[in-house]
């Protein structure tokens, strides 16, 4: 009985593998880093993937609005769905950072988490990518017209056994405008999509404005608690260097040199760590958008979902790292140095012994 | 050299597709994010949490103080009951006495009252045997007396007669006292 099932089940799927690769094949997919342009105003081109991120910031303030409304002390539905993430997200950072600065780097690295974890989320929904403005060239899709009401509309239309592919003009192709020029007089439409969706993290600028808002609040918690000049220390630490020339000995001079190469060094890594910020994100995404985009394009049906669960998996994972390594950056720029306290411990000492000698000379 | 490196890096950003605006416009996105869910979730969210973590709390040290009260409430009872069975063992032992006391008197009592009963009865035996011996004597001098007329055939003055009865019954053991030795004297006659 269960074997029959099973096989059933197999057969199925191999139906609608075929019947995928039959019918559904679309045109050859472009694939592209920049964001497309859908609308000018001025001199600001609104991309995509701008109006994506908008919908993701709308989607998740709409969402929390709704949950917390009233944050009650015992939660419901949907407030206790986002209060159990949220708290144990809460939990994990304050279990890497400890009580006070877990409270303090919570909201910055909550957010990066759940603006990245959502926008990954959000782009897997088929209606990325795929819907979009159709803009006329001598290359791209070749799509049927239609009309819908007021609005012209075109599409891309089934693929069939003698025609296995949905038509697609090579830009390469040195005949590209010509047969453009074929399919126009046959009423076709000839151009490119540009989406109306698009994943936010396969437009460089978002993984680099998350990681620039990032870099802001890791200098931002090093400067609040070690202060300006303590922090800046760690990379222009000239004081060994300038001692050791002072006192004229040359082991200081060299421990200072050290010093200060390694604060050059570190300089160097917090500009480094901006740009693998950005680029481990936007390559993660972009990769797998493309991947889901091929899959799509060359077995439509079925085997596309593993994908879809890897690209789930890798989304919480990518999401994850970036609010992590926020965190830990922060602890680093927070704790750095000596420990905090040992000027306070040596202070401490200093006041004692001066106590000591007081009551030494009261005793005299 | 560096103008057309720098012109190179910012081709290179732009064939990237990164630009300023889309550059703002994300960081500006990603603020107002911030600040929206740091009021909207964040903060009433870690309040609620410290007042959810406060009241747990709280019901946890009432509890633990319920707990401190019901093992002294506990305690007391248990010193209660002990305190009520040593009053008891000493009410029962108060009485235990008491009824010793009160048997050892009914003892005595008894022992008395018998005391007394036998003394009485002894007394009457002793009055019964007196009156019996009297009687008995009376008789007997009266027996003598006749006796004595009918041998002497003459009648002594009984006055003076029974005068002499009692002289020698005097000296006889029969006389009363008792206490001599009956040996060897013999009524006289």
Redo the contacts between chains.
């Keep these: 009985m269960k074997g029959i099932r099973l096989r059933l089940v197999i057969v199925g799927l191999i139906i609608l593998i075929l019947a995928g690769f039959v019918f559904l094949r679309g045109p050859t997919p472009h694939i592209q880093i920049k964001p497309e342009t859908l609308y000018s105003f001025w001199k600001i081109n609104i991309t995509n993937t701008m109006i994506t991120s908008w919908l993701v910031v709308a989607l998740m303030i709409g969402l929390v609005f709704l949950a917390s409304r009233r944050w009650e002390l015992v939660p419901r539905g949907v407030q206790n769905l986002l209060e159990a993430i949220i708290e144990a997200f809460y939990n994990l950072v304050v279990s890497i950072a400890g009580e006070n600065n877990g409270r303090r780097f919570f909201p910055a690295v909550a957010t990066i988490f759940f603006f990245v974890l959502f926008a990954n989320w959000f782009s897997l929904f088929p209606i990325f990518n795929v819907i979009g403005l159709g803009q006329e060239e001598e290359h791209g899709f070749v799509m049927e017209k239609v009309d819908l009401g007021p609005l012209p509309a075109t599409y891309v239309s089934l693929s069939s056994p003698s025609q296995l592919q949905g038509q697609t003009i090579d830009k390469d192709d040195p005949e590209a405008a010509q047969k453009a020029e074929e399919e126009r007089d046959k009423g076709n439409f000839v151009g490119e999509i540009r989406p109306f969706l698009r994943g936010v993290n396969t437009d460089l600028n978002t993984p680099l404005a998350l990681a620039i808002m990032s870099a802001i609040f890791v200098e931002f918690w090093g400067i609040s608690t070690l202060g300006f000049f303590a922090y800046g220390r760690k990379f222009f630490n000239l004081g060994g260097l300038l001692r050791g020339i002072r006192r004229l000995s040359p082991s200081q001079v060299f421990q200072g040199v050290v010093d200060a190469f390694v604060g050059f060094l570190e300089l160097v890594s917090e500009m480094v760590r901006l740009i693998s910020f950005t680029f481990r994100l936007f390559g993660n995404m972009f990769a797998g958008e493309v991947v889901i985009l091929m899959f799509t394009f060359l077995i439509p049906l079925v085997l596309t979902l593993p994908f879809y669960g890897l690209e789930l998996f890798v989304g919480l994972i990518q999401a994850f790292i970036f609010a992590a390594l926020t965190l830990v950056f922060g602890m680093i720029a927070v704790a750095h140095g000596e420990p905090p306290g040992a000027e306070e411990a040596e202070a401490e000492v200093h006041k004692t012994q001066t106590t000591e000698s007081q009551l030494v000379g009261s005793e005299q | 050299m560096e103008p057309v490196f720098l012109a190179g890096f910012v081709d290179g950003l732009k064939?990237?597709?990164?630009?300023l605006?889309?550059?703002l416009?994300?960081?500006i996105?990603?603020?107002?994010?911030?600040i929206?869910?740091?009021i909207?979730?964040?903060k009433?969210?870690?309040?609620?949490?410290d007042?959810?973590r406060r009241?747990i709390q709280e019901g946890l040290e009432a509890a633990e103080q319920a707990k401190q009260s019901a093992a002294r409430a506990e305690q007391d009872v248990q010193a209660q009951l002990e305190r009520a069975r040593q009053e008891g063992q000493a009410v029962i032992g108060q009485a235990q006495q008491i009824a010793a006391r009160i048997q050892e008197e009914a003892h005595q009592q008894a022992r008395q009252d018998a005391e007394a009963l036998v003394d009485r009865a002894r007394g009457e035996i002793q009055l019964e045997r007196d009156s019996a011996i009297a009687d008995l004597r009376r008789e007997f001098a009266g027996l003598t007396i006749e006796a004595a007329e009918k041998v002497i055939g003459q009648s002594l003055d009984p006055k003076a007669h029974r005068r002499l009865i009692e002289e020698a019954l005097a000296e006889s053991t029969l006389g009363g006292d008792g206490d001599q030795p009956p040996s060897g004297s013999e009524p006289r006659s």
């Design positions: 064939t990237l597709g990164i630009n605006p889309s550059l416009a994300q960081l996105n990603f603020t107002i994010l911030l929206l869910l740091s909207f979730a964040y009433p969210m870690m309040r609620m949490l007042e959810r009241r």
